[in-house]
């Protein structure tokens, strides 16, 4: 069974810019999750999505946003990038609904903003 | 306060001595306790999870859980150079579906030198 894949895995945007990641998640797992990890701060939880709906949302501002299609795949859009969003984003597969679930991440996506 | 307190490290053992790595936290509604590994450029890779206090042992690597004073640990016997990672742990209060959402400590920099 294929893991979590990423696109892209490096990127580079100026400050003001806009940045989409996306996300695929495992073959019949709905629900996909977005975390950021910095050196700072370690890795914190951005949002949530399962059936196409945002159902979990960490503490980031508005510039921080996402959206899940129909085949589970997953987008996450960052408006008007700052230098402190430099930072590796990575996404987590579940099946969503059992419990005792556990999360499969990615490889993510390293983020560099000059 | 922190959520949940790890010390980053970095920790360097030799090849077979017993590691141990250590959380608290101070949220009581935790009831989930995972440890993630993470290689350079890499993405975490779930170690173990646990749900109630006690031990959990899986070849190598034991998980402890003790509640009653918000610590977990993760012993790594006869440590060997491919351990060197960060291990990450995390935490969560439901075990899946809806509200289910993952608060990492930031992480413990492990190097086993041969």
């Known amino acids: 069974k294929a893991g979590v894949t990423q696109t892209p895995r490096y990127l580079i945007k100026t400050r003001g810019q806009q940045v989409t990641l996306s996300c695929s998640p495992i073959?019949?797992?709905?629900?996909v999750s977005w975390y950021q990890q910095t050196p700072g701060q370690g890795l914190q939880f951005l949002f949530e999505?399962?059936?196409?709906?945002?159902?979990n949302k960490g503490n980031f501002p508005g510039r921080f946003s996402g959206r899940q299609f129909s085949n589970s795949r997953s987008e996450m859009n960052v408006s008007t990038l700052e230098l402190g969003d430099s930072a590796l984003y990575l996404c987590?597969?579940?099946?969503?609904?059992?419990?005792?679930?556990?999360?499969?991440f990615g490889p993510g996506t390293r983020l560099l903003v000059l | 306060q922190k959520e949940v307190e790890q010390d980053p490290g970095p920790l360097s053992v030799p090849e077979g001595a017993i590691v141990s790595l250590n959380c608290t936290y101070s949220?009581?509604?935790?009831?989930?306790f995972m440890w993630y590994r993470q290689y350079s450029r890499k993405g975490p890779e779930l170690l173990m999870y646990?749900?109630?206090?006690g031990n959990k042992e899986d070849g190598r690597f034991t998980a402890q859980v003790d509640k009653s004073s918000k610590y977990i640990s993760l012993f790594i016997r006869d440590s060997q150079p491919s351990d060197s990672a960060t291990y990450l742990c995390?935490?969560?209060?439901?075990?899946?579906?809806?509200?289910?959402?993952?608060?990492f400590g930031k992480g413990t920099l492990l190097t086993v030198n041969p």
């Open positions: 987590a597969s579940s099946g969503g609904l059992r419990s005792r679930e556990t999360q499969y």
């Open positions: 073959s019949g797992h709905r629900s």
């Open positions: 999505y399962f059936s196409e709906t945002q159902r």
């Open positions: 949220n009581s509604a935790f009831q989930y």
């Open positions: 646990t749900y109630s206090s």
């Open positions: 995390a935490m969560s209060a439901n075990s899946g579906g809806s509200n289910y959402k993952l608060t």
